[in-house]
């Protein structure tokens, strides 16, 4: 994950996770003042793991089952997981132009210590696919990496071919 010297983003560090909600959103403490985030993933969307209002309408846009997104939702919500169990250390990366969603989320790429970026990491796997609501720089490199997961069967895509 690289950003061009001019990007206006923000870097924070020092932060942990506090618990995964779900395959595109977690809690975030700050280790010194215990602050609490709670973080979207900027730039990608992970089908849901509860009913919802975004869930009713996945099911109306991919003509899908409902039950058959919320258990897609646990898969992806899993994958994350065991990436970014409770306690892990991690950074995250705000676009300064689109930081905050419209529940009041900070929209982020989140680096674990290995440098990996867990956003671009969910896509390559096929657990999360790009998601274009809110405007994210790495959107070309999402749709990339999708492409790919898409037709190597990866992740989700090994249970259908579109979510």
Not at 53 to 70: A, N, S, V, W
Not at 76 to 105: A, Q
Request: charged letters at 30%.
């Amino acid at each position: 994950m690289y950003f061009k010297a001019n990007e206006p983003i923000r870097v924070y560090t020092h932060h942990k996770i506090k618990t995964v909600v779900d395959g595109d959103g977690m809690i975030v403490y700050n280790i010194f003042n215990k602050k609490e985030t709670e973080i979207r993933l900027l730039g990608i969307d992970a089908p849901e793991i509860k009913v919802s209002k975004k869930l009713k309408q996945d099911e109306r846009e991919l003509h899908l089952p409902g039950q058959l997104l919320i258990e897609l939702g646990k898969m992806s919500w899993r994958f994350l997981f065991d990436l970014m169990p409770k306690e892990t250390d991690i950074t995250f990366i705000t676009e300064t132009d689109n930081e905050i969603d419209l529940f009041g989320r900070t929209l982020a790429y989140v680096i674990i210590k290995d440098g990996t970026c867990i956003n671009e990491k969910l896509i390559e796997e096929g657990y999360a696919k790009p998601y274009t609501k809110y405007y994210c720089r790495k959107l070309e490199t999402y749709q990339k990496l999708n492409f790919n997961a898409m037709h190597q069967k990866k992740g989700l895509y090994s249970v259908l071919h579109n979510f």
